[in-house]
């Protein structure tokens, strides 16, 4: 049962432009939304986080937005970088606070 | 570096044989995860501790493995005779339980490969 969805594996974007990573959600009881970014061989780093009371955290170049009644929260990367080329993952806490629940990854690529 | 670290980073063996993985979490963190990373999908969740305790476990961690964390700091994750399903990334995280967000520091992960 993949309570986070990402539902595109792979996003291309053009050095400077706008990246949009998109992530659905089904279980109404999440607290928090984290985003985490991959590269190669490495973990996940976290990246952004956002309260379930909150539809806006902004850090730099990275905002975080969350739509709770459609369940979805997005990812807006501005400008983006060839050095943001990685597989991003969508993550949500459940309001026990003890377990994550992770997306399957949109792997972005930053075109120079 | 003050990272969580995890000790093989890659592990072959056999069919029907045991292994472990260790993991070092960052020191001042409480909390230690366990999850699993195969292709194309995104961790997911096996167990965790806080200090030593064992508080959940996913249903994904079968009879077969095995966790600890005897004195609240590393741990160790064992696999006995292992499936060739079992071939994965597994990845530690420690979190300070803390913090409001309670984000996860993941380490860079044991692969695993059973031929």
């Known amino acids: 049962d993949q309570q986070v969805k990402q539902n595109s594996p792979s996003l291309s974007v053009q050095e400077g432009r706008i990246s949009i990573l998109n992530c659905d959600y089904t279980n109404s009881m999440f607290d928090y939304f984290l985003w985490y970014k991959k590269y190669p061989a490495e973990g996940p780093t976290f990246l952004i986080s956002i309260s ?14 969350l739509n709770k009644s459609a369940k979805h929260l997005s990812l807006h990367i501005v400008p983006s970088q ?31 | ?49 806080q200090n030593e305790a ?5 249903r994904l961690l079968s009879d077969r493995f095995s966790a600890e964390r005897p004195k609240g700091s590393f741990s160790t ?11 994965a990334m597994y990845l530690c995280a420690s979190s300070l339980a803390l913090r409001v967000t309670g984000e996860l520091f993941f380490g860079e992960g044991s692969r695993l490969t059973v031929l």
Do not use: M
């Not at chain 2, 093989?8 to 230690?32: A, M, W, Y």
């Not at chain 2, 994750?77 to 071939?87: A, F, K, M, P, V």
């Open chain 2, 77 to 87: 994750l064992e696999i006995q005779r292992t499936e060739q399903g079992d071939s």
């Open chain 2, 1 to 49: 570096d003050t990272g969580v670290s995890q000790d093989p980073r890659h592990k072959i063996t056999k069919r029907g044989q045991n292994v472990t993985f260790r993991c070092d979490p960052i020191s001042e963190h409480n909390r230690l995860y366990w999850y699993r990373q195969t292709l194309g999908q995104g961790p997911e969740f096996l167990t965790y501790f």
């Open chain 1, 52 to 65: 379930s009371i909150k539809d806006k955290n902004e850090d730099g170049r990275f905002t975080v937005f």
């Open chain 2, 54 to 58: 064992q508080l959940e476990k996913s």
């Open chain 1, 82 to 112: 060839p050095g943001d080329s990685a597989v991003y993952f969508c993550a949500a806490r459940a309001n026990t606070g003890n377990q994550f629940y992770f997306g399957t990854g949109t792997s972005l690529t930053v075109i120079p």
